[in-house]
């Protein structure tokens, strides 16, 4: 079993910062690429930005040289540092990981709210 838990969601107000982590627990040899995925209401879910095992990075245009990603290899926990959120960066922001067990399959946490008042 792996689990992703997803943590540091919020309300912040527009130009501010917040930044959100994501552990992966459980049984599994190794985990590949991590990313955050985020879904607003009436929209499909997209990708903000995905880190290989590498260290290799991959951003949505929307948030470049805003948010960064970053990954703690030793304790599985992958970062978003998200700065001058934008009243559009509001989403349930979703944690993803390739987790390598017996074959490599992909996880999702269970998303984390991220608010931003205009």
């Known amino acids: 079993q792996v689990q992703l838990v997803e943590s540091g969601g919020g309300l912040v107000q527009a130009g501010g910062s917040l930044r959100l982590s994501c552990v992966a627990s459980?049984?599994?040899?190794?985990?590949?690429?991590m990313g955050w995925y985020r879904q607003a209401p009436g929209k499909q879910r997209e990708l903000v930005a995905v880190?290989?095992?590498?260290?290799?990075?991959n951003y949505a245009d929307s948030v470049k040289g805003r948010f960064t990603i970053s990954r703690d290899k030793a304790k599985n926990t992958v970062y978003l540092q998200m700065n001058s959120l934008k009243p559009e960066d509001a989403a349930v922001y979703y944690c993803?990981?390739?987790?390598?067990?017996?074959?490599?399959?992909?996880?999702w946490g269970q998303g984390t709210q991220v608010i931003v008042s205009a």
């Open positions: 993803n990981a390739e987790v390598r067990r017996l074959v490599t399959q992909t996880y």
């Open positions: 459980g049984s599994f040899f190794r985990v590949n690429a």
């Open positions: 880190i290989t095992s590498g260290g290799s990075t």
